[in-house]
């Protein structure tokens, strides 16, 4: 393979709006991400589910609670 004819794969560390840093490896240069792993909503347990359509209040209402609940 040519050399040159590659990018450059360094070694960058990362920064997230929200405080947390990381190092990884990108033949990009950035510094900066507006969300990772410790403040994304899915990863930290903080999702908020918005029926706009009223779906789980529909569906609720045709099982009940009942059908929810796990069986020990």
Same mark, same amino acid.
């Given at each position: 393979?040519?050399?040159? &004819?590659?990018?450059? @794969?360094?070694?960058?560390? #990362? ?9 990884? $490896?990108? *033949? $990009?240069? %950035?510094? /900066? #991400? ?7 909503? %899915? @990863? *930290? &347990? ?11 209040? /529909?569906?609720? $209402? /045709?099982? &009940?609670?009942?059908? *929810?609940? *796990?069986?020990?």
């Amino acid at each position: 393979m040519k050399k040159e &004819g590659h990018p450059a @794969y360094n070694e960058v560390n #990362v920064e997230c709006v929200c405080g947390a840093s990381f190092s990884t $490896k990108s *033949t $990009k240069e %950035f510094n /900066k #991400v507006d969300i990772c792993s410790q403040c994304h909503p %899915f @990863y *930290t &347990g903080k999702q908020k589910i918005i029926d706009t359509e009223g779906r789980i209040e /529909k569906f609720k $209402k /045709k099982f &009940g609670d009942s059908y *929810t609940k *796990t069986k020990k």
